[in-house]
């Protein structure tokens, strides 16, 4: 049914009409028409306002910050923003200064747009032209995020404000990386993620977002219940420093009263204390207390680092932290990174603790997967016609192999054995290439990873839940 004010006059004559039956069409300059038209208008604005107001409600139609409002209780962090454009703008001076001039932060420039209108730019650290020069340059970005700010070389044209000493600015390189935000499209794609998927839709989400980072290889998520999340990265970056793409990813798809814990290696509950076995591949220490902590509390732990050396580490809780708010205690030295638990305080305030470990920051913690060598030693008898590199090939076969594991995943005897004979095809039907020709017996093998061995079909290494194998020695040995 449309709603125009012509469909509406139409509607109301009608309904009249059948009211009264001999009435005949009015007059269009007559005040019963003029009534009819008036209230048909009215009605018509309050039906065009009743569809807006529905298309602002509903997920499929609603854009902008309309959608924003619909998804937010369900993506906290709501749009994904796009990138400011960056990169430097150089000042001049008319001549050889005698002193100092100082470009301040925040320094706000500008570039003249085709219609007009400028696009401001603006440093993003403090610059000086030294006595005797003549210019510098210095590092800035986009006022706005997105795509406008990608701006060519010498469009920026002039300040916005003096300053002494300073005539002119220009960049002499484009402003590159801004980005547009999320779109509405993948903004809806992102929600139904999280409607669609209930119980799941964080760990979902996550991985997605994760898995469309170049650095990340695999991505893992355990749900342990409570609202804890454990999220394995693989990921090339290491160690060394927190990873701030892996951390925005992760902030901006969980769900809103869920921790990404790391990895619980400890529990404190007053003066019971339980150091688990479980290790890491490397991580800071945070301590999460279960209840509120009145006064603060200093605790001391001894952990295990990478290179296998007893450190301490300190955590100061401070007094009016709440239950859940993760602390990060200070490490041995600030590149120290612990592996495992070696011992844990008591509370002699009677609190409760959880010692957690991983990279990150407070609540979005994340692992990398514990590295695992897998080392073959097989001994092999070879017919009168074996192909050429046989040994290479095989050692090749079993590299690429064992390099294909996922986090978790154990490894069969069965299958080492199979890619001894065959050559590793992850492309082929269950990865199985073409025959390895040459091979007339195999006279032993022996499969050797995680303090475990395999020597027969029905074997395996069982892996932990982050660990990940790889090739370790390779030894192939041909019998005369």
Known sequence: MTNTTDDIVKRIEDRQAEMLPGQKSMDKLSLHYLANISVAAELAEAYAALEANLDNIDVLKATGTKLDAIVSPVLIAGRELGDYATGTITFYAPFETAVEIVVPAKTKCYAILGDGSKLYFETTVEGAIDPGELSTTVEA??????????????????????????????????????????????????????????????ALMIQRALNDDPAVSEVKVWNYGSGDLGIMVDYSGGIDETSSDIVDAIEANIAAGTHAR??????????????????????????????????????????????????????????????????????????????????????????????????????????????????????????????TGLVDLIEESLTSFLGSYLIGENLEFSDVQKFLQNYFDPTADEYIGRPLKGIDEIVSLSVSGGGQTAVKNGDKITVEEDWRLEAGIINITVAT
């Open 141 to 202: 970005k986009a006022v706005e995020r997105g795509l406008s700010g990608n701006i060519g070389a010498y469009a920026i044209q002039g300040m916005t404000g003096a300053i002494t000493g300073i005539t002119s600015c220009e960049n002499e390189l484009p402003f590159e990386g801004g980005t547009a935000d999320e779109t509405d499209d993948a903004l809806r794609e992102r929600y139904f993620d999280a409607v669609q998927a209930p119980g799941k839709a964080t």
């Open 262 to 387: 790391g990895m619980l290696c400890a529990t404190i509950d007053s003066t019971t204390v339980v150091v688990l076995e479980d290790d890491v591949y490397g991580g800071l220490i945070w301590v999460r207390p279960r209840c509120h902590i009145s006064t603060q509390e200093v605790l001391t732990f001894t952990y295990l680092d990478i290179e296998e050396n007893s450190q301490t580490a300190v955590a100061t809780i401070p007094a009016g932290t709440r239950r859940g708010v993760m602390v990060a205690a200070v490490m041995a030295a600030e590149s120290s990174r612990a592996v495992k638990i070696l011992t844990a305080p008591t509370s002699p305030a009677g609190n409760s603790y959880d010692v957690l470990l991983g990279m990150g920051e407070a609540g979005l913690l994340y692992n990398l997967p514990e590295l695992t060598d897998v080392n073959v030693a097989a001994t092999i008898r070879l017919t009168d016609t074996p192909e």
